[in-house]
């Protein structure tokens, strides 16, 4: 199976900034669409960004011209740079890849919806 592991999350005061990244394993893999999650406390885990992989941005209102999202294909990596962080932006966040497809064994496989482990955001006011 396909890991997403994410890294860069921490502690940081109102108006500041984080970026926390997030690499698939393995070689050879091809993903779609890969995108942030975010859940705080109490609450339902909401889309932040998404990005295509021909790079085609999507983001949660709240967060345009604050928060951008990127990858490196060669690397199977997606970035979210966060500026101008606010204590509404703490939250677990989640990395996604809608889907991976990779050859092993001689096989093809494909699989959908990752996960990553997630990495905490704490914004201090």
């Known amino acids: 199976q396909v890991q997403l592991v994410e890294s ?11 970026n926390v ?3 698939a394993s393995g070689s050879g893999i091809t993903i779609n ?3 942030w999650y975010r ?3 109490g609450k339902q885990r909401e889309l932040v960004a998404t990005i295509t992989a021909g790079g085609i941005t999507n983001y949660l209102d709240s967060v345009k011209g604050r928060f951008t999202i990127s990858r490196d ?3 199977n990596t997606v970035y979210l740079q966060m500026n101008s962080l606010k204590p509404e932006d703490t939250a677990v966040y989640y990395c996604n890849a809608d889907s991976v497809a990779y050859w ?3 096989y093809f496989h ?5 996960w990553g ?3 905490q955001v704490t914004v201090s006011s």
């Open 8 to 18: 860069g999350g921490g502690l940081v005061q109102a108006g500041g900034s984080l």
């Open 21 to 23: 990244s997030c690499a």
């Open 33 to 35: 669409a890969m995108g």
């Open 39 to 41: 859940q705080a406390p």
């Open 73 to 75: 294909n060669a690397k």
């Open 104 to 106: 092993s064994a001689g």
């Open 110 to 114: 494909r699989e959908y919806d990752r």
């Open 117 to 119: 482990q997630g990495t």
